[in-house]
């Protein structure tokens, strides 16, 4: 692609190329890429610094905090603020997304995204611009975190200084897994939990090539984050009791639970995007509502504001009610739900986090009524619900067993978490299949189900496979005139077309020389032995689909057709020469991300 033009795609901001020894050190040393890493790690770092200064300042100039008060902890905003807030959030949001509909057109990528299908290419307009919208959407009071805004403006930083190394499609994707990586791990004080987001959720797979670069970043983004910003991304869960194993069974439980928790979440999510886009209100207005609904749900409770850390501390810190908690996961729920459906920018990850914390203190009340020999306290619950339910939503096992590790330092507790967590995740698998990224990958017409690199496959099309020198003959043709122009060994198949090209079927060479037609009526019509009436390909499609196609008509080729309307012959495409390219291909990305070539 002309570097121009791969310019106007990317966004305004012009491509800064480093010096050619610095590329040609980051694209042929392992060392170079380490450093690169590096550099995001930092990057990252000041990232999450920044923008969670941004916030609490919001806080604290729209809402009247204190220094270091949390919004959804505090107990003394103004009730009118409280409630006006969120809807000046959303007027503000909304303008900004008049502004932005008059000039894109297609939905921003996220690194996910960006990592599946375009080779880990992110526009850095577009990551300013989700950012912005999260410390607004935020920094109001909509019940969103900031971790989208983190990841999404880290990892664009970390596509940018790729492209200014003019890095592989691999070590690309690896960059934007580095600055993920740096975004959670910074905004979690948690280096583990944010280079397995990075290896589960936005590259896909673990490596060994790509394993000290993420690290790396992950490590020197939380040693950023924590000298700049001191303790304030620290969860503490307080004191917990030890764990035997008549504790698992009750933790297992509990991660089936938080699994079904998690799909009615996701569910609810998508029911309030559905509402709002069957509704006639301008999508530029419906976050000022929806600011209208969350400004009444904090009037109920504060705690169902903004992230929620402070009122997850508040919450694992006191004995709570049994009403209280009920009453305060499903306002929490239903401001997330709202929040995002109406359109404000922000994810789920913390929010999951805190709503896990209540339903595992709920779970804590019923637990010794039915299981008596279990000792879990009420914040060992808590944690496991943490997990458990964050990984439900959001996904990476592994990612939220880290994150109790880091959380706790205790190992028993980690392995009862990983237990509950590796249940809620199949649960959620095999009944739901999505986590919330790519369930809003499904609902967009996107067949994303993880990170991993599907943009090759969709550049292999069967227009760029197929050949088109294609043998054809009129319909209606005679089998004697077939016989004629098409002799044993000339062709094996012939596509056969009506008028103006259009496809009918196709007619095996052989099967019209076979001894069966021998002493058939030599002016019948080769339409007798017309096969794949109705299958054929498209030139759009890629490999994967055409094989699907091969598998479910049992040819061995077929005819490419322009559309499904006027079905004209552009060429044909043999399932051998299909299978061939795909497995060459498919070889050629696993030994890039091995680090072979």
């Given at each position: 692609?002309?570097?121009?033009?791969?310019?106007?795609?990317?966004?305004?901001?012009?491509?800064?190329?480093?010096?050619?020894?610095?590329?040609?050190?980051?694209?042929?040393?392992?060392?170079?890429?380490?450093?690169?890493?590096?550099?995001?790690?930092?990057?990252?770092?000041?990232?999450?610094?920044?923008?969670?200064?941004?916030?609490?300042?919001?806080?604290?100039?729209?809402?009247?905090?204190?220094?270091?008060?949390?919004?959804?902890?505090?107990?003394?905003?103004?009730?009118?603020?409280?409630?006006?807030?969120?809807?000046?959030?959303?007027?503000?949001?909304?303008?900004?997304?008049?502004?932005?509909?008059?000039?894109?057109?297609?939905?921003?990528?996220?690194?996910?995204?960006?990592?599946?299908?375009?080779?880990?290419?992110?526009?850095?307009?577009?990551?300013?611009?989700?950012?912005?919208?999260?410390?607004?959407?935020?920094?109001?009071?909509?019940?969103?975190?900031?971790?989208?805004?983190?990841?999404?403006?880290?990892?664009?930083?970390?596509?940018?200084?790729?492209?200014?190394?003019?890095?592989?499609?691999?070590?690309?994707?690896?960059?934007?897994?580095?600055?993920?990586?740096?975004?959670?791990?910074?905004?979690?004080?948690?280096?583990?939990?944010?280079?397995?987001?990075?290896?589960?959720?936005?590259?896909?797979?673990?490596?060994?090539?790509?394993?000290?670069?993420?690290?790396?970043?992950?490590?020197?983004?939380?040693?950023?984050?924590?000298?700049?910003?001191?303790?304030?991304?620290?969860?503490?869960?307080?004191?917990?009791?030890?764990?035997?194993?008549?504790?698992?069974?009750?933790?297992?439980?509990?991660?089936?639970?938080?699994?079904?928790?998690?799909?009615?979440?996701?569910?609810?999510?998508?029911?309030?995007?559905?509402?709002?886009?069957?509704?006639?209100?301008?999508?530029?207005?419906?976050?000022?509502?929806?600011?209208?609904?969350?400004?009444?749900?904090?009037?109920?409770?504060?705690?169902?504001?903004?992230?929620?850390?402070?009122?997850?501390?508040?919450?694992?810190?006191?004995?709570?009610?049994?009403?209280?908690?009920?009453?305060?996961?499903?306002?929490?729920?239903?401001?997330?739900?709202?929040?995002?459906?109406?359109?404000?920018?922000?994810?789920?990850?913390?929010?999951?986090?805190?709503?896990?914390?209540?339903?595992?203190?709920?779970f804590a009340y019923s637990a010794p009524y039915i299981f008596a020999h279990a000792t879990l306290t009420p914040v060992t619950y808590a944690v496991v619900g943490?997990?458990?339910?964050?990984?439900?939503?959001?996904?990476?096992?592994?990612?939220?067993?880290?994150?109790?590790?880091?959380?706790?330092?205790?190992?028993?507790?980690?392995?009862?978490?990983?237990?509950?967590?590796?249940?809620?995740?199949?649960?959620?698998?095999?009944?739901?299949?999505?986590?919330?990224?790519?369930?809003?990958?499904?609902?967009?017409?996107?067949?994303?189900?993880?990170?991993?690199?599907?943009?090759?496959?969709?550049?292999?099309?069967?227009?760029?496979?197929?050949?088109?020198?294609?043998?054809?003959?009129?319909?209606?043709?005679?089998?004697?005139?077939?016989?004629?122009?098409?002799?044993?060994?000339?062709?094996?198949?012939?596509?056969?077309?009506?008028?103006?090209?259009?496809?009918?079927?196709?007619?095996?060479?052989?099967?019209?020389?076979?001894?069966?037609?021998?002493?058939?009526?030599?002016?019948?019509?080769?339409?007798?032995?017309?096969?794949?009436?109705?299958?054929?390909?498209?030139?759009?499609?890629?490999?994967?689909?055409?094989?699907?196609?091969?598998?479910?008509?049992?040819?061995?080729?077929?005819?490419?057709?322009?559309?499904?309307?006027?079905?004209?012959?552009?060429?044909?495409?043999?399932?051998?020469?299909?299978?061939?390219?795909?497995?060459?291909?498919?070889?050629?990305?696993?030994?890039?991300?091995?680090?072979?070539?």
């Open positions: 692609m002309p570097r121009k033009l791969l310019l106007r795609q990317l966004g305004v901001f012009s491509i800064f190329l480093a010096p050619s020894r610095l590329r040609a050190f980051a694209r042929s040393n392992e060392f170079g890429l380490l450093l690169a890493a590096s550099v995001i790690g930092l990057v990252s770092g000041l990232v999450v610094s920044a923008m969670s200064f941004i916030a609490q300042m919001l806080h604290q100039y729209v809402f009247g905090l204190d220094a270091g008060e949390r919004l959804s902890a505090s107990t003394s905003v103004d009730r009118t603020v409280l409630f006006v807030a969120p809807i000046v959030g959303g007027a503000i949001l909304g303008l900004l997304l008049l502004v932005l509909a008059r000039y894109r057109k297609k939905p921003i990528v996220d690194p996910i995204e960006a990592n599946a299908l375009h080779g880990g290419r992110l526009s850095l307009n577009d990551s300013l611009i989700v950012a912005g919208q999260n410390l607004i959407s935020n920094g109001f009071g909509a019940s969103v975190g900031l971790e989208a805004g983190y990841t999404q403006l880290a990892s664009g930083m970390a596509s940018k200084i790729g492209l200014s190394l003019q890095l592989r499609r691999s070590d690309m994707r690896i960059l934007v897994g580095c600055g993920a990586a740096g975004g959670i791990a910074a905004a979690f004080n948690a280096p583990l939990t944010g280079a397995f987001y990075a290896f589960e959720l936005i590259i896909g797979t673990y490596s060994i090539l790509s394993l000290a670069p993420v690290t790396a970043s992950a490590l020197i983004a939380n040693l950023v984050a924590r000298a700049l910003a001191g303790d304030s991304f620290l969860i503490d869960v307080g004191s917990f009791g030890s764990v035997v194993p008549a504790d698992y069974v009750p933790a297992l439980l509990l991660g089936l639970l938080c699994a079904a928790a998690g799909i009615a979440l996701m569910q609810c999510v998508t029911f309030v995007e559905g509402l709002a886009r069957r509704s006639f209100v301008p999508h530029w207005l419906r976050p000022m509502l929806g600011g209208v609904l969350v400004g009444g749900l904090g009037l109920i409770s504060p705690q169902v504001m903004s992230g929620g850390h402070g009122a997850l501390h508040l919450n694992l810190d006191s004995a709570v009610p049994v009403v209280s908690i009920v009453a305060i996961l499903f306002l929490k729920a239903l401001a997330s739900a709202i929040s995002i459906g109406s359109g404000f920018r922000g994810g789920l990850f913390f929010g999951s986090l805190f709503m896990g914390a209540l339903l595992g203190k709920l943490m997990s458990a339910l964050a990984v439900s939503v959001i996904g990476g096992p592994l990612t939220m067993t880290f994150l109790a590790l880091e959380i706790t330092g205790d190992f028993p507790i980690t392995v009862l978490v990983l237990a509950a967590v590796i249940a809620a995740s199949i649960t959620v698998r095999n009944t739901f299949g999505y986590s919330f990224a790519t369930w809003r990958f499904h609902l967009r017409g996107e067949s994303i189900r993880s990170a991993h690199d599907v943009g090759w496959i969709r550049n292999l099309t069967v227009g760029k496979l197929m050949r088109t020198d294609v043998r054809t003959a009129s319909e209606g043709s005679s089998l004697a005139q077939f016989r004629k122009d098409f002799p044993l060994g000339s062709t094996q198949r012939v596509i056969i077309v009506g008028e103006d090209n259009k496809y009918v079927g196709m007619v095996i060479v052989a099967e019209a020389h076979a001894g069966l037609t021998e002493t058939a009526d030599e002016n019948m019509s080769i339409d007798a032995l017309l096969k794949y009436k109705s299958d054929f390909l498209q030139p759009e499609m890629n490999a994967r689909q055409a094989a699907r196609i091969f598998d479910k008509s049992e040819s061995e080729a077929l005819a490419v057709v322009n559309d499904l309307i006027s079905r004209r012959v552009v060429g044909l495409l043999t399932e051998s020469h299909t299978l061939k390219r795909y497995s060459e291909e498919l070889d050629r990305q696993r030994r890039l991300v091995s680090g072979e070539i």
